[in-house]
């Protein structure tokens, strides 16, 4: 009897060691592999090197967010193939991807995006040479070796974007087998907040290796995610995909062990804003990144110190899972019985209340979700008022966020800023790692402070359009900086917030489906706010020549310079944002009462949390 006491006690502990180091493999393999969060570093040098127009370069920003939409296929993967083995083929993925479009842009010594091909012009110098009839002829075969190359380069943008949605999916699978219910949110936010000091570490990288050359973050993008990919291996290795018991039991400290990831975490982001956007020189960012990487694997210390302090604690179900599951990849749900009673009782409620409160206007009142948790199909979806406003709040929202810090590389440059790219780069990222980290605050806050999810993801929008219509008004650098700043924080939020959202608000069950349909916005998004931003920048843009260097031939490109390039663009961008506010909280007035209703039950509180 006490043998076997013994064997479960030192198998408690080895499952205790192996779901932490998974959880701190995660982190590593989301800071490393955030690779479409650095193309605003070499963006200028890309569209100088192929003597595109701002469109054709929105059109390349694009495609890596148009991967998103085949993030499907990495569920399909999973169903047939081991974790580890879709973690490399996501591996070689970005590995393919960016090597072809490093050699279909740098075919020889004579790079393309050398700094020096084709120099940015200083501030009060003319741009470039101008074409005395405003264009110049290009015969047909460079035409169509240009397209062809434009094509490819897509292509190869739209692989690399594929692989990113792979390496995300697989740390979602890993937090979601290795940790309860109550405690995935912490989890996931915690890996989906790293994801966000990605720009940084390659930032980082670049200026330690080659601070002058944009054409490195092609080499690191493609290394990078495989060299952490091997290093990650091991830990994944360990976790065994039908050994569960430690999401059925959870140890009681639990969350002061949270709490101690989210305190690294939170200083491994302070030190990047400190140091990371200061680094001017190689020797300098070598120092930087040996800091930032120590701090990278100081999480490691937390599977050894479980080890030892596991016994101390008290091995039992997690008293905030009233109910065990048989399958726990599957969401702990209440029984159908118990759920259908919590529901009837909880409509009711929820009746009671829009009676009482018919004079707030019909558009608030029809159709209200009554319950948190309720599974939508695909139709269900997208016949539900609530799913449209959630929609609209992310597309005028959160993605605004992440085209603008698609054009920050030419945002800086037409402002005579391009000495501070990666500054600015460096700002944007590890703002948007706060905001992921604090996205983790209504599940800390839970037991103190009863506001819905929803309420907070409005929240997080207000400091958008504040930044987009300050940046419109004034053209400084400390408001450039400021923004930039605000517009990462917010989007961080929202980005590591929408995947609790979708599980509340449509059911835990379909969020695989649900949430891949939330994030068609990003691609539309992308291309439309793109857009805008190119045509005001090709208007008020100088027609100027761009030697070739694959064909020698001399091409025709758009530069504009000063602040009339994007200011228009941050006044639409700031309405637009303002319309995701008022959605936002459209349906956040719409969902509160569902929340409390739901908070409002000890029974069922914990069930409607996130189980992606």
């Not at 060691?17 to 800071?31: I, K, Y």
């Not at 002829?137 to 897509?154: N, T």
């Not at 206007?361 to 979700?369: A, D, H, N, S, T």
């Amino acid at each position: 009897m006490e043998g076997g006491v013994r064997r479960r006690s030192n198998g408690n502990k080895d499952g205790e060691w192996r779901r932490w180091a998974a959880l701190v493999a995660t982190v590593w393999v989301q800071a490393l592999t955030g690779t479409n969060l650095d193309f605003s570093a070499y963006s200028s040098a890309l569209k100088s090197s192929m003597a595109v127009s701002q469109q054709s370069l929105s059109y390349l920003a694009t495609a890596s967010d148009l991967g998103k939409a085949f993030g499907w296929s990495s569920g399909l993967a999973l169903l047939h193939l081991p974790l580890p083995l879709v973690l490399l083929l996501s591996a070689a993925m970005g590995l393919a991807s960016y090597a072809l479009q490093y050699c279909l842009l740098l075919p020889s010594s004579s790079s393309p995006l050398a700094p020096d091909a084709v120099p940015y012009p200083a501030a009060g110098t003319p741009v470039l040479k101008l074409i005395s009839n405003g264009h110049v002829e290009i015969d047909g075969d460079s035409r169509w070796i240009h397209q062809y190359r434009v094509r490819k380069v897509f292509l190869v943008c739209l692989l690399a974007g594929c692989s990113i949605c792979w390496f995300n999916t697989v740390c979602f699978v890993i937090c979601i087998r290795n940790f309860s219910a109550s405690n995935r949110p912490l989890a996931l936010s915690l890996s989906i907040s790293f994801n966000g000091l990605s720009a940084a570490f390659y930032t980082l990288f670049a200026n330690a290796i080659s601070p002058d050359s944009p054409s490195v973050y092609l080499l690191l993008n493609a290394i990078l995610p495989l060299v952490v990919s091997i290093v990650a291996l091991p830990a994944i290795l360990l976790c065994h995909p039908h050994d569960h018991g430690n999401v059925h039991s959870t140890p009681s400290h639990d969350r002061r062990v949270f709490l101690g990831f989210y305190i690294i975490a939170f200083t491994t982001g302070i030190y990047l804003v400190i140091f990371g956007s200061v680094t001017t020189t190689s020797s300098a960012a070598q120092v930087v990144l040996t800091g930032a990487m120590a701090l990278l694997a100081l999480p490691l210390i937390i599977p050894a110190a479980s080890t030892c302090t596991s016994h101390m604690g008290t091995h039992g179900p997690d008293p905030a899972l009233p109910f065990s599951h048989d399958d726990p990849q599957k969401p702990l749900l209440l029984k159908n019985d118990q759920q259908r009673e919590t529901n009837g009782s909880t409509e009711q409620k929820s009746v009671e209340w829009q009676l009482e409160g018919c004079g707030c206007g019909m558009i608030l009142e029809k159709g209200r979700m009554l319950v948190l948790g309720e599974e939508h199909s695909a139709r269900k979806l997208i016949r539900c008022v609530d799913f449209w406003l959630y929609y609209t709040a992310y597309f005028c929202g959160a993605t605004v966020g992440l085209v603008y810090s698609n054009n920050l590389g030419q945002i800086a440059q037409s402002l005579h800023r391009e000495s501070q790219i990666t500054m600015l780069l460096a700002v944007y990222s590890s703002c948007s790692f706060f905001g992921r980290l604090l996205s983790a605050l209504p599940d800390f806050l839970h037991r103190a402070v009863s506001f819905a999810r929803t309420g907070w993801v409005a929240a997080a929008l207000v400091p958008m359009p504040v930044a987009f219509f300050l940046m419109w008004r004034f053209h400084d650098q400390n408001t450039l900086v400021a923004g930039t700043a605000l517009i990462g924080l917010s989007s961080g939020f929202i980005f590591a917030a929408a995947v609790s959202v979708t599980s509340e608000l449509f059911g835990p069950n379909s969020i695989g489906v649900n949430h891949n349909i939330l994030i068609t916005n990003i691609p539309l998004g992308s291309l439309l706010y793109g857009q805008i931003a190119a045509l005001v920048y090709d208007a008020n843009g100088l027609r100027s020549t761009a030697l070739d260097n694959r064909t020698g031939k001399v091409e025709s490109m758009i530069v504009c310079m000063g602040a009339k390039c994007y200011s228009n663009t941050f006044f639409v961008w700031g309405c637009i944002t303002l319309l995701g506010l008022a959605s936002s909280m459209a349906l956040f007035l719409r969902t509160r009462r569902a929340y409390a209703s739901a908070s409002g039950q000890p029974s069922c509180k914990h069930h409607n949390q996130v189980l992606s």
